[in-house]
């Protein structure tokens, strides 16, 4: 049975979902299974896997079903639709893949990984991004805004300025920046302390 087929016997309401989860991941890139505001639509995603890959497929999309992370991931295939970060926004990207690539390696896969806003200033500090290790407020306002729109982050506390802010890290971002491990990242983030490039991230693809 080809997904044309499975599609037709979905009901009324599972097409209602069906039409608008294919909207939110072409709008959002990722679903993340530890969320709470996507968990449902992940589960759908996971229970009709082929039918959103085939239609996904016709637009030249992929679908990335990854039930170890507990992530969803739409990619554009022709490599459309990326977003081009400003360098704040690249740096506090890698700072959170570091942190991220850093914590997991204590926790199991399914447990949370939480950390603080002044988790990111002592690793600008440590790795000299910032002087005094102190990232701008404006920059983590925009930056977290953004994060939060691709389910990268959730913020625990309201303020994100406040040092001792605590958000959860998802494992989307994994996907989000592709690293070998501590190293490779590390040595990106160093490029942006010399004054590197600004970094295209995946918005519908990866990061390389």
Known sequence: MDWVQQYQLLSQREREEFARIVNRLLTTTFLVKGQEASRRDFYFVERNEPVIAGYLGLMGWSLVVDRTYGVVQAINRQGGSRLSLRMMESVLLLLLRLLYEERRKQLTITDEVVCRVQDLHDKALTLRIRE??????????????????????????????????????????????????????????????????ELEVADGDQAG
């Open 132 to 197: 005094r290790g102190v990232i701008e407020k404006k920059h983590l306002r925009d930056a977290f805004a953004l994060f939060r729109r691709y389910s990268l982050v959730e913020l625990i506390d309201e303020d994100i300025t406040d040092p001792a802010c605590r958000f959860k890290l998802f494992p989307s971002i994994l996907f989000a920046v592709r690293a070998e491990g501590l190293q490779e990242i590390q040595d990106r983030l160093e490029a942006y302390g010399g004054g590197g490039e």
